[in-house]
Each structure stands twice: as structure tokens, then as C-alpha cells.
């Protein structure tokens, strides 16, 4: 089998074509499981397949994304940015491309060799400023969705997030991401304003069930909700996190928001053959 490992502001992934492949997609999680599995085999955040798409007039491949557990995701922010270099790289589409995901078509552009930019899905289901109680303290949290059916986030504004116990904070995106009141669980995105359109953020991801290095739809989500509070402009609004910076651009229409877009690196770490003599196929 062959293989890509590619990462997106350290948000990593390893790629396989299945128009090529041939694996059954019953063999997914399974794949997804063990080739993410860091200690034991190449690790990775995800693991995403490339497949004809179901309508070739819209799109020009489908990806197909798992999560390090072997659950499936809607889509990914920072994977669509990484499949869409190795689309373009692998002649699959040009440098504007159309991925179908689970959640929706996502549109794609190339800004130049290793910089890419992803409409994100459309914002639903929001929720502003909820609070939620976790072991008897109150957090405003708000949430929302991204898509059809919608990747869901949980956006948590922490003071000093920088120099929060880690301890403490992986605790509290645990239970956040389990709260009863997201049916889905959530992602749990903890952010900080720290100067005029710059953010820090950090992210409880659901399916990894610990932080990752970034995260693009929970970065998209951080800065609409941002925006509709007016806390932040929506251009090209910087966001720090551990692996590295995304910026966000929002096209806003009173209280609800038309466009979203997703720009930042990619690098693509390996390419190369599975050996894995654990992984059975």
C-alpha cells in the first residue's frame, strides 16, 4: 500500500489513494486504527482515502476521513488543505479543486507550493453563549456546527490559555467533549484573544480524545463565533496554536455568515510503502 504523510500546522495524516489501492471500505477503521497508532506503526491525527467521486460533475475526488480511534469524521479543515496539495500534485485536479466530503462539497485553491486554502462547510446550528457547568463551575460556551451533517464544535474563551495546567485543560476539553447538551460529543476549541485579530487557540479534538497540533474547522468555528460577537473583524484573522498558524477570512451578512475560508501550510513529511507486519489486509 502505498502512502503520503502530510501535516497541515502539525495537524498530521497519512493519505492513501484508493483509486488505486482497492481496499474494501469495511477495512477502514481498521487501517485507520492501526497506521495512526504512533508508537506502533507511522501515527498520524487521521487517516484519509482518496475515491472517485459520486458525482464527477461536482466534484473531482471524494475524500474519506477517519479519525486516529477509527471513527469516521465529517471532514477536516487542515486534511481538505493537505488533500487538496496532494490532488494537485498527483494530477487529480488542477490548482482550484472540488473535494466531496461527508459534509459537503469543499472548494479548494492552490496560493502556491506548499500554501493552500479551503472553503470551509457553512456554519449551522449555532448557539451563542450557552452556559455549560462542569464539576460545579460555569464556562460561556457557545456551539456550533460546520456542514450537512455538521462537524460540531464547542468554543471555550479561556483567560491566560498559554499558562493554563495542561492537566486541568485536557480534563476540561474531556468532559466538555462528552457534555450531554451535544448530542454528537464535540470538539472542544479553547481560544484567547491576545492583540487585534490574533488568536490563540487550543483544541480537545473528538476522535483523537486529546489536543492536536491544530485544528482547521475548530479554527473556522473560533473566529465566526468571534465575529459574530464582534470581537474580531473576520479578515484574515490569525490564529496560533502548538504545530504552527492559520488565518480565517469570514464573509459575513448581518447575523449569518455567506463564506469561510481556511489558509495555511502544508508539508508533506513522506511518501513511501506500508510495511506494517501487523496490519492484516
Given at each position: 500500500m502505498k502512502f503520503w504523510k502530510m501535516n497541515g500546522a502539525g495537524n498530521d495524516f497519512v493519505i492513501i489513494n484508493n483509486m488505486e489501492e482497492k481496499i474494501p471500505a469495511e477495512k477502514f477503521p481498521y487501517v485507520a486504527k492501526t497506521l495512526c497508532e504512533r508508537h506502533l506503526s507511522i501515527g498520524a491525527d487521521g487517516f484519509m482515502v482518496v475515491e472517485n467521486p459520486n458525482n464527477p460533475s461536482e466534484a473531482d475526488y471524494r475524500m474519506v476521513f477517519y479519525n486516529s480511534d477509527g471513527s469516521m469524521g465529517e471532514m477536516c479543515g487542515n486534511g481538505a488543505r493537505c488533500i487538496c496539495r496532494y490532488g494537485y500534485e498527483k494530477g487529480l485536479a488542477g490548482e482550484v479543486q472540488r473535494v466531496e466530503t461527508t459534509a459537503g462539497i469543499v472548494t479548494g485553491e492552490r496560493i502556491d507550493k506548499r500554501l493552500y486554502r479551503v472553503r470551509l462547510n457553512d456554519p449551522c446550528n449555532l448557539r451563542l453563549d450557552e452556559p455549560v457547568e462542569i464539576d460545579g463551575e460555569t464556562y460561556i460556551c457557545?456551539?456550533?456546527?460546520?456542514?450537512?451533517?455538521?462537524?460540531?464544535?464547542?468554543?471555550?474563551?479561556?483567560?491566560n490559555l498559554k499558562d493554563y495546567p495542561e492537566a486541568q485543560l485536557f480534563e476540561l476539553g474531556r468532559k466538555l467533549r462528552y457534555y450531554k447538551g451535544y448530542p454528537k460529543g464535540a470538539n472542544v476549541n479553547f481560544c484567547e484573544i491576545i492583540g487585534k485579530d490574533h488568536i490563540f487557540e487550543r483544541t480537545y479534538e473528538r476522535g483523537v480524545e486529546d489536543f492536536t497540533y491544530a485544528c482547521g474547522?475548530?479554527?473556522?468555528?473560533?473566529?465566526?463565533?468571534?465575529?459574530?460577537?464582534?470581537?474580531?473583524?473576520?479578515?484574515?484573522?490569525?490564529?496560533?496554536?502548538?504545530?504552527?498558524?492559520?488565518?480565517?477570512?469570514?464573509?459575513?451578512?448581518?447575523?449569518?455568515?455567506?463564506?469561510?475560508?481556511?489558509?495555511?501550510?502544508?508539508?508533506?513529511?513522506?511518501?513511501?510503502?506500508?510495511?506494517?507486519?501487523?496490519?492484516?489486509l
Open positions: 457557545s456551539y456550533i456546527e460546520l456542514g450537512n451533517p455538521g462537524i460540531p464544535h464547542c468554543v471555550v474563551p479561556i483567560s474547522t475548530g479554527t473556522g468555528s473560533v473566529v465566526t463565533v468571534l465575529t459574530l460577537k464582534g470581537k474580531v473583524s473576520g479578515k484574515n484573522v490569525k490564529v496560533d496554536m502548538t504545530g504552527g498558524t492559520l488565518f480565517i477570512d469570514v464573509e459575513r451578512e448581518e447575523d449569518k455568515i455567506k463564506n469561510l475560508y481556511l489558509t495555511g501550510p502544508t508539508n508533506i513529511v513522506a511518501k513511501g510503502e506500508v510495511t506494517d507486519e501487523e496490519l492484516e
